[in-house]
């Protein structure tokens, strides 16, 4: 179907009409429409125009106005005036307002449209690390990446996914060869729920105890060394052990994501190992060009506004003095691999504002290298940091990371009893309390990460978080079951537009947002801000609570066609809260 112009769209359009035949010289003048309280739009562009054309900005309001005819009945504009030194107040036809959400409604999509040009979006998402515990900045990865790789796909974009785990490095040294000298430590029973934790916690135990072996004996850590040798060398039975690890880890990485309702494939795990062929090749095309230099042995790109504490400059480390790869050269092979052979026109980096320098310096690199250039650009959509209560980065009280597995098992006992406590009333049974808790409580953990700016620290506060009013999912989530159950209670009457009736002020304002969901997110997708999915959605619940306020939908007092349009402005809400969410990665259950 084609997309729906959305009621601001049109009248946008129709305003910068009238305003060129009033003002040729303006060209394509943009009116700069925008929602307003004292009437549904303001135009607030005619100011400057008559300014740039030394004309008077009232007059030429006024001629807008008189070159708008309004009032016959097809008319989208209803009224139009003049208003302070030259805006323009400009109010909607009821009819034309759930006629374009009737054409919303007629489509799957909601009437959002596909991108005429779509590109490829590589996102690099869901990073976590092999042999290590997932932590709350692993958590913030996965949510805000994933919401944007629904958003681009939903959006029309190709989107490849790419979870660039960290499966390399010197430490894998140690750990094999204590795992060679202790054959048993990973054993632990397979299959069952808790396969993911008996997997992290033999790696836990053995990396914890190949560390003090490592810090306390000597030749141990000479036969460590020896090892990272052996797996950069290629060493069949080396490179078996180090399979294990990464096999280990990916059990409980897929059960994390399992936990948070996340899908995770395995072709789209391209961890750091994954580009150990295109090192060498990388390295000697930066030195050939002269974009990389050698400097004390070690190659390196330098930068004039990088310098370190000493003011020295801080270069860009591609690789070590003593041969070794870092995490630089993996980044920038991995840039190569992501245009050359994914095709990609832009590569997003959900990674932790901290990594913001090693990012600015790698995207640096690659545009010196060509790599990235006007057609294929990069950026890191990097995020603040997780604070506890206390306002200071989420800890134990023992001062450890905090484990995600342990938060999200809280949030969701926490949310389970929320919905326990209205179960009666729903008739709710216990396998539905179950299921629903668990919606509840992931969902609740992913909007609290997605409903601030990214880049901003947030607090990990669970009260919070479940709390039914306010802006939580939890809330959103009630606002769709509620609407659900209206439309099982009609019976007969079904949701049907009804153009010709006139419409309350909470009808007319629900109405007016719910056009503007496509608008909203092919901003979203353009600012990658999933933030403003969120706040669209929090603002949507906020209209209908106040519609309900205002407007019965089912009640003998109403005519059949008042109920019937209800029950269409109220579905379409419903349709657009589950679509929206859904990008969020967030489920709406139907009886809450
Ligand atoms: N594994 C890294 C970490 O835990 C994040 C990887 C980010 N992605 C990348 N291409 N460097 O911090």
Redesign the pocket.
Known sequence: MASVHSLASTVNQRVADALSAALPEAGAADPLLRRSDRADFQANGILALAKKAKANPRELATQVVAGLPTGSAGDVIKEIEVSGPGFLNITVADRAIIETLAARAADDRLGVPLAEQPGTTVV?YA???VAKEMHV??LR?AVIGAAMVEILEFTGEKVVR?H???DWGTQFGMLIQYLTEHPHELDHKHGGPEEGEAAMSSLNRLYKASRVLFDSDEDFKARSRDRVVALQAGDPETLALWQRFVDESKIYFYSVFDKLDMEINDPDVVG?SGYNAMLEETCQILEDSGVAVRSDGALCVFFDDVKGPDGNPSPLIVKKSNGGYG?AA??LS?IRDRVKNLGASTLV?V??AR?SL??KMVFETARRAGWLNEDVHAVQLAFGTVLGKDGKPFKTREGETVRLVDLLDEAVDRATAVVRSKADKVGLTEEEIVENGRYVGIGAVKYADLSTSASRDYKFDLDQMVSLNGDTSVYLQYAYARIRSIIRRAGESKPTARPELELAPAERALGLHLDRFAEVLSEVAASYEPHKLAAYLYQLASHLTTFYDQCQVISADNPPEVVENRLFLVDLTARTLHQGMALLGIRTPERL
């Open positions: 690099d990073q976590p690390n900045g692993h990865s790419r660039h785990i960290g750091e995490y993996t980044d991995a980096y990674v932790d990594q090693h990012f």
